[in-house]
């Protein structure tokens, strides 16, 4: 598993610990990523996706997944989020009365 957000891209940076005594040390600092199941209203099933907790965030004032997936240019959504894109565009072409 990538340390990386689905949905706002951020991975882990470096930095340096820095004691008392002002010794410095390389360390890692992670994102807060969490396995978060989304409910698909189009494609009428849960999504699984690690994302930060500013994903979360940015996905609930979109109006829930399908709305953020596909309002959201393609230019700024990860890989991950591209492929749901075309699952959910191609199941709401097929659910749309002709």
């Known amino acids: 598993m990538s340390k990386k957000c689905a949905v706002s891209g951020k991975k882990p940076m ?3 610990n820095v004691s008392h005594s002002k010794r410095h040390t390389r360390r890692v600092f ?3 990523l969490q396995s978060v199941a989304i409910y698909s209203e189009i ?3 849960p999504v699984t996706l690690r994302i930060s907790s500013k994903g979360l965030r940015t996905i609930e004032k979109n109006g829930g997944l399908d709305l953020y997936v596909l309002n959201t240019p393609v230019s700024k959504l990860s890989a991950e989020c591209k492929k749901l894109r075309n699952r ?3 199941a709401k ?3 749309q009365p002709k």
């Open 93 to 95: 072409v097929k659910k």
């Open 88 to 90: 959910i565009s191609t």
């Open 43 to 45: 494609l009428a099933a």
């Open 14 to 16: 470096s930095g340096n």
């Open 30 to 32: 992670n994102p807060n």
